[in-house]
C-alpha cells in the first residue's frame, strides 16, 4: 500500500471510531455543561466524582482493550473459533471486575476525605458515585463488544450506538437535573441516574445488534461455560493495559485531588479545561484504536512493510490535528470556557480567569498527548503490554505527578503549577513508548521492508 492508501484506510476506519468517542465524550461534556448551569458546587462535586469512577473503570477496561488487538489478529488468521473465544472471556473479566471494585463507589466518602477534599463535595460525590457506580457492569460490557465490532471492521455501528447514548444521556440529563417535563429536580442524582440509564441503553443496543447481525460467534451461547486458557490470555494482555490505562488517568485523577486542595472553583475552571482537552483528545484516542485494529492485522498477516508505514501515516494524522488543537485552544480560550459557565454566575470572573491559563497548558501537552496514544494504539496492537505499563508507570507516576505536586505547591504556581506536572509526564511517557516502538516492537514483525 502507498501512503495516500494509508491515510485512506486509517480515515475509513478510524473516523467512526473519532466520532464514537466524540459521542462517548459528548456524555461526560453534558453532564459538566448542564451541572456547571444547576451550580459551581456541583460541577465541582461531578468533577471529583467522575475522576474517582474513571481512575476505576479504565483500569476495567483493559480487558475489553485487550480484545480489540485480539480480535484483530485471529480476523486476520481467519480463526474464528479465537474471536469468539477471546471476546466471550473478556466479557467474563470485566463482569468479574465490576463486581469487586463496587464497594469501593459505593462505600467513597471516607477515601474522598482522607484525600483531603472538602467535605460537602466529597459528601455530595460519593452520593452521586452510590447511584453512578451501578452503570458499571454494564458500561465494561459494552467497552468489549464495542472493541470486538471495531477489531471487525464494523466501526459504523460503534459510531451509531454511542451517538444514540449520546441523546438519550442529555434528554435524561435535562428532564432530571432540572426537573424538566414534568420529572423531579434531582441534580447531581438526577445527572448519576441519567449515567445509568445511558449504560443501559448502549448494552441494549449493542448485544441485539452482536447477536443478530454476526451470528456465527455465538458470544452467548453457552456463556457460563469458562474457557481458562483463553481467560488467562485475556488476562495477561488485559491487567497490563489496565494498570497503563491506570497510571495516565491517575495522573489526571490526581490532578483533580490537588485542584481540590485549592478550593472548589479552581476545581470547577481544572474540569472545564480538562473536558476541553479530552474532546480533542477523542480524536487522538480514535486514531489510536484505529493503529491497534491494523497493527492487530499486520501481526496476523507478519507484514512488517505495512505495519511500518501504517505507524508513519497515524502519527502524521494525529501530529496535523495536535497543530490545530494548539491554534484553537490559544486564540479561543475564553469564549470556549464560557459555554460552561451561565452568564450571571457571580464565579465566572474567576472560572475565567483560571480556566484560560489552564487552557494555554493544555495547548503545550497535545503534542506529547497525542504521540502517547499513538504509541500505545501501536505497541497494543502488537500485543505488546507488560514494558509499555512500566514505561506508563513510570512517566505517570514517578514524573507527572510528583511534579504536579512541586510546581503547583512547592514553587506556589497553583493551577498552572499541576499542569505543568501533567505535561512533563506525558512528554517522559511519549518518548519512552515512541521509542520502544521504533527500536523493538516493530521488529518482531514479520521481514524488514527492503
Avoid at 140 to 166: D, G, N, P
Wanted: charged share 10%; net charge neutral.
Amino acid at each position: 500500500m502507498t501512503y495516500r492508501a494509508h491515510f485512506r484506510a486509517i480515515a475509513v476506519l478510524g473516523l467512526p471510531l473519532v466520532g464514537g468517542h466524540l459521542a462517548q465524550f459528548a456524555i461526560g461534556l453534558t453532564d459538566t455543561i448542564m451541572l456547571g448551569w444547576y451550580g459551581v458546587q456541583a460541577l465541582a462535586a461531578v468533577t471529583l466524582a467522575s475522576s474517582f469512577y474513571f481512575v476505576l473503570f479504565l483500569f476495567g477496561g483493559g480487558f475489553g482493550l485487550a480484545v480489540m488487538p485480539m480480535v484483530a489478529t485471529a480476523a486476520a488468521e481467519e480463526d474464528e473459533t479465537s474471536i469468539r473465544r477471546s471476546t466471550r472471556m473478556g466479557l467474563w473479566l470485566s463482569l468479574l471486575y465490576a463486581v469487586l471494585v463496587l464497594p469501593l463507589l459505593w462505600w467513597s466518602h471516607p477515601i474522598l476525605i482522607a484525600a483531603g477534599q472538602d467535605p460537602q463535595v466529597a459528601e455530595t460525590a460519593s452520593q452521586y458515585l452510590r447511584v453512578a457506580g451501578w452503570g458499571l457492569f454494564p458500561a465494561l460490557v459494552v467497552m468489549v463488544l464495542k472493541s470486538y465490532l471495531a477489531a471487525l471492521e464494523r466501526t459504523q455501528i460503534v459510531l451509531w450506538i454511542t451517538v444514540t447514548a449520546a441523546i438519550v444521556n442529555a434528554l435524561t440529563n435535562y428532564a432530571l437535573i432540572f426537573g424538566n417535563w414534568g420529572a423531579p429536580e434531582l441534580g447531581v442524582m438526577g445527572a448519576a441516574i441519567a449515567s445509568v440509564v445511558t449504560q443501559m441503553v448502549s448494552l441494549i443496543a449493542v448485544v441485539v445488534y452482536a447477536v443478530r447481525v454476526l451470528p456465527e460467534h455465538n458470544l452467548f451461547q453457552r456463556f457460563w461455560r469458562p474457557d481458562w486458557e483463553m481467560l488467562f490470555s485475556v488476562l495477561r494482555l488485559g491487567i497490563p493495559i489496565g494498570f497503563t490505562l491506570l497510571a495516565e488517568v491517575s495522573l489526571f485523577a490526581m490532578s483533580a485531588f490537588m485542584m481540590g486542595w485549592i478550593g472548589p472553583v479552581p476545581l470547577a475552571a481544572h474540569g472545564i479545561a480538562l473536558n476541553l482537552a479530552s474532546a480533542t483528545f477523542m480524536v487522538h484516542l480514535g486514531l489510536s484504536n484505529a493503529a491497534t485494529i491494523r497493527a492487530g492485522n499486520a501481526l496476523g498477516r507478519k507484514d512488517r512493510p505495512h505495519l511500518e508505514k501504517g505507524a508513519k501515516a497515524v502519527t502524521v494524522m494525529s501530529l496535523l490535528v495536535s497543530v490545530l488543537t494548539i491554534a484553537l485552544f490559544l486564540t479561543c480560550a475564553e469564549p470556549l470556557i464560557s459555554i460552561f459557565v451561565e452568564p450571571d454566575d457571580p464565579q465566572r470572573p474567576q472560572i475565567l480567569a483560571i480556566g484560560t491559563g489552564l487552557l494555554a497548558m493544555a495547548a503545550l501537552f497535545q503534542l506529547v498527548d497525542g504521540a502517547q496514544v499513538i504509541a500505545l494504539g501501536l505497541l497494543r496492537g502488537l500485543q505488546d503490554a507488560k514494558v509499555p505499563m512500566v514505561m506508563a508507570g513510570l512517566s505517570y507516576w514517578v514524573v507527572g505527578i510528583p511534579a504536579s505536586y512541586y510546581f503547583g505547591f512547592v514553587q506556589g504556581l497553583n493551577g498552572i503549577g499541576i499542569w505543568l506536572g501533567l505535561l512533563l509526564g506525558l512528554a517522559c511517557a511519549a518518548v519512552l513508548l515512541m521509542a520502544r516502538f521504533w527500536t523493538r516492537s516493530v521488529q518482531t514483525v514479520g521481514a524488514p521492508a527492503e
